[in-house]
């Protein structure tokens, strides 16, 4: 997933003048600010966002499931300066059905992947545990319907051309783009984007933590979530319930080495499936694995250099098929409609099948055990998969901003949340969280030896990667607070599930965050394929159940098997 980012520094606990019975309601409020050492008395008054409380009603929009409710959070845009803005934040629960013990909240990864459709589309694997809670999740500040962050139209943009070898090659061209492609986010994306990253998004998780009326919050995050939470247990380390991080993030590694880990990770996944492919008489890329593999290169680069015409009004590029195929790779139960779709578009010249994967699957919900792009937890070290538009974050979107004008803050309606929202919000995110910003001189020096660095670790993937690594530069500075501060917890237990064969977020990750974290983490090894464990394995899901429900948690190192069921 393009996948990392955090945002801003510490925090600490603030005196807030609040009533004593929001003082009986909360057992004491959060910390006030991220940054700065000031007196008590100059930290900003958070009460009005604390003492707020959840107002729920049905959802509104086709496909809405009946039993799912939804609702509206505010916060202010920025924690320094709460009387400067506010935006509303979408959530979406569905309620307990047993003896309640509050809620659990989700977070299915990202960064930049809208919460609410997920639960409403793919909730059902979670129904488990409304035995003891409500079973709530949310689109993050900058994504989905709240405030969503946009770059605007590519066609007026100029950034059309940059998946093209010659610009990729000519450093000044590229940084000129890479600069424009900045400016174009900050004009259409409005006061959310410097405030979009981690750390911010880990106060809305208090804030929500008290609005829900849970002295504790008890998470359960994938990929990207599993970042979002361990900076929340950094920033709010004794209102940590029972948190669970699956598919484990870096905290620590450079969005350039991210990105060669996911191109690799990729390509491998994506051997896989042309090894399983060339086994049917139906493969589009013949029965030899090495032609095979050959093909599906040559099949890139031709559809870069003469793209298909869309019923959308854009082309279908090498790029957009590699975006797809992303997608696809996530889940082996995918790989028979991925093998059909690329049969069409070799055969037919029919790009038909494959944008369905190109779109995130909001028009095919599918059960939740086939893990889809939409309905599994996603997180990619430089690219998110969830519904990517048809076009590279440096290219056009099929559709540009809002149809309509929201009021500032306000929820827009699902279906004016931009077509790019997802890869805007992904870029945004990551950068925020990066503080690492190479100059114009360093880039120029590196670009060539970057390039081969992720052509070696992909072929298929490599551009891709390194197109979305590059598109920080430009971009304000991100925070040093995850580097920095989010290690040594002083909170309860926390159990992290890494996967052996995780192609998005390396088992090491797991072992290096744990390591990081400190006494806090319990490691869960689950040797199995596929990314995170919970959708996946049967044992992943018993366990992490058992500790959410009844806060059993496995020992330290022990594992899940393959293919096990029961043990």
């Not at 060669?260 to 499936?273: K, N, Y």
Request: charge should be negative.
């Amino acid at each position: 997933m393009l996948a990392k980012l955090s945002t801003r520094p510490g925090l600490r606990r603030c005196a807030l003048a609040v009533t004593a019975a929001l003082t009986l309601l909360g057992a004491g409020l959060p910390t006030a600010t991220a940054s700065g050492d000031g007196d008590a008395d100059d930290r900003p008054d958070l009460s009005r966002f604390y003492g707020q409380k959840v107002a729920w009603s049905a959802c509104k929009g086709e496909g809405m499931p009946d039993d799912l409710q939804c609702a509206k959070l505010t916060v202010p845009v920025d924690y320094a300066h709460p009387k400067k803005g506010t935006l509303d934040l979408a959530l979406a629960r569905y309620r307990a059905t047993g003896d309640k013990r509050g809620s659990v909240v989700l977070n299915f990864g990202g960064p930049g992947g809208p919460g609410v459709p997920e639960l409403a589309y793919g909730g059902k694997g979670f129904m488990d545990l409304t035995d003891s809670y409500d079973v709530v999740t949310f689109d993050p500040r900058g994504v989905g319907r709240s405030s969503p962050v946009s770059c605007g139209d590519g066609e007026e943009s100029g950034l059309a051309s940059l998946d093209d070898d010659s610009a990729l090659s000519d450093p000044r061209t590229l940084l000129a783009q890479l600069k424009q492609a900045a400016a174009d986010c900050t004009e259409h994306s409005g006061p959310v984007l410097p405030h979009i990253g981690t750390v911010d998004a880990a106060r809305d998780l208090d804030v929500m933590r008290q609005a829900l009326r849970d002295k504790k919050l008890n998470y359960l995050g994938f990929s990207y979530g599993s970042r979002l939470g361990a900076v929340y247990a950094a920033q709010f380390p004794d209102k940590v319930g029972r948190v669970v991080l699956d598919g484990v993030d870096t905290l620590t590694e450079p969005l350039t080495e991210q990105g060669i880990v996911g191109a690799r990770g990729q390509q491998v996944a994506l051997d896989d499936f042309v090894g399983w492919c060339v086994k049917d008489i139906a493969c589009p890329f013949g029965q030899d694995p090495r032609v095979a593999r050959q093909e599906v290169v040559r099949l890139v680069r031709s559809l870069d250099e003469d793209p298909l015409p869309t019923d959308f009004g854009g082309d279908f590029t090498g790029q957009d098929l590699v975006g797809a195929l992303g997608q696809g790779l996530y889940s082996r139960e995918l790989w028979p409609l991925l093998e059909r779709a690329l049969a069409q578009l070799v055969e037919s010249g029919d790009a038909g099948g494959v944008l369905g994967f190109v779109g995130g699957g909001f028009a095919l919900p599918l059960p939740f055990t086939l893990r889809t792009p939409l309905l599994a937890p996603l997180r990619t070290p430089l690219l998110t998969p969830l519904q990517r538009p048809l076009r590279t974050p440096l290219q056009t979107p099929l559709r540009t901003s809002l149809r309509n004008e929201p009021s500032p803050g306000g929820l827009v309606d699902a279906e004016d949340v931009p077509l790019d929202n997802l890869p805007a919000a992904l870029m945004a995110i990551n950068c925020a969280d990066d503080p690492d910003r190479p100059t114009a001189e360093q880039i120029a020096a590196d670009l060539q030896r970057l390039r081969a660095a992720y052509d070696k670790a992909s072929p298929v993937f490599g551009q891709y990667r390194l197109t979305e690594v590059l598109m920080c530069y430009g971009r304000p500075k991100g925070t040093d607070y995850i580097r920095d501060e989010v290690k040594d917890l002083d909170s309860p237990k926390m159990l992290l599930v890494g996967t052996r064969g995780d192609p998005a977020t390396p088992y090491r990750w797991t072992e290096e965050t744990a390591k990081r974290l400190g006494s806090s983490a319990v490691v869960l090894d689950n040797k199995g394929e596929g990314h995170t464990g919970y959708g996946s394995s049967k044992c992943v899901h018993r366990k992490v159940d058992d500790f959410l429900l009844y806060g059993s948690l496995p020992p330290n190192g022990s594992s899940c098997g393959p293919e096990e069921d029961d043990g």
